[in-house]
């Protein structure tokens, strides 16, 4: 595709015309596909990452500033995609290790090692549902280990910006977890 042709499709989808968002779904998507699968993921969480990517491109579609060409712009982002997949997937089996670990495998109650499971799921889900931004600070600061200092020089922010967006992650999770917790109390307490 020509740099024409890319920066005409470009302005077609921030305009938000239907078949030219089509037209890079077709043209990309095998090739996106088949990318992400170097990454050591397999097809299906290949395709799922990719359709991520589409997904985030056409809510965003009018507020996406492209710096490079289409293409670029595309497989960087399920490069992107990629390393957040096994960067969440590192740190889901830290934890089910922490949790088998602590646990005594003889008095290891399966119904607490589920709702532990769940609540970590939902966790993981109201982290993925933060805006893209306050999501990458929140996971350099909390998985990475980062302090609030690192992150702005490489993001090139101010420390107050990375102070606020892991403030509204915080409260986020907060919103999110803490009626499935308090289900969880009522449910723990009715068994006991």
Request: proline content about 2%; hydrophobic content about 40%; overall charge neutral.
């Amino acid at each position: 595709m020509s740099n024409t042709q890319d920066a005409a499709l470009q302005q077609r989808l921030a305009q938000g015309d239907e078949s030219a968002f089509r037209e890079v779904f077709d043209l990309y998507f095998k090739g996106l596909v088949l990318f992400a699968t170097k990454y050591s993921v397999d097809k299906e969480a290949a395709e799922d990452l990719v359709q991520d990517v589409f997904v985030r491109l056409y809510e965003q579609k009018s507020k996406i500033q492209f710096h490079t060409s289409l293409k670029s712009f595309l497989f960087q982002s399920v490069r992107n995609r990629c390393i957040d997949y096994w960067r969440s997937h590192k740190v889901r089996e830290r934890h089910h290790g922490e949790i088998l670990l602590t646990t005594n495998p003889e008095t290891l109650d399966s119904q607490e090692l589920m709702l532990q499971t769940e609540l970590e799921e939902k966790v993981f889900e109201a982290i993925r549902q933060l805006p893209e931004q306050c999501q990458l600070i929140f996971k350099m600061n909390r998985f990475e280990g980062k302090k609030n200092q690192e992150i702005a020089d490489e993001l090139n922010i101010s420390k107050r910006t990375v102070e606020t967006q892991i403030s509204k992650a915080l409260k986020r999770l907060r919103e999110e977890v803490y009626p499935y917790l308090k289900a969880i109390i009522v449910l723990v307490c009715w068994w006991f």
